[in-house]
């Protein structure tokens, strides 16, 4: 069983950076996926970037590439997201979620994803 812990969020002025943390605890095997994504109220959870464990692969929608970057510290089952340059509409609730069986390039998809934190708040102020 794997628990995942985020944290880091925060308000920010717009133009701002911010780095989220998302904790993992258990062991993450060779095949797990690490995944952000964000859901704002009365809207569909969208997919923000994920790693991959096994290669350090990483990959990122369109609407953050250049943006937010995903990083990691494997000996303390971490994984990072930085967001820089933010806007008012990047505010809202991240989450970071695991796939235990992943394929070697992700999902970008929400269901493939067995494990969720409890999401951290990101406001962006104008």
């Known amino acids: 069983q794997v628990k995942l812990v985020e944290s880091g969020g925060a308000l920010v002025q717009a133009g701002g950076s911010l780095k989220l943390l998302c904790a993992a605890s258990g062991r993450l095997f060779s095949n797990f996926a690490m995944g952000w994504f964000r859901q704002a109220p009365g809207k569909a959870r969208e997919f923000v970037g994920l790693?991959?464990?096994?290669?350090?692969?990483?990959d990122y929608a369109d609407s953050v590439k250049g943006r937010f970057t995903i990083s990691r510290d494997s000996a303390e089952n971490t994984v990072y997201l930085q967001m820089n340059s933010l806007k008012p509409e990047h505010a809202t609730v991240y989450y970071c979620a695991g796939d235990p069986m992943a394929t070697d390039d992700g999902s970008t998809c929400d269901g493939r994803y067995d494990y969720w934190g409890q999401g951290t708040q990101v406001t962006v102020s104008a």
């Open positions: 790693l991959t464990w096994r290669h350090g692969r990483t």
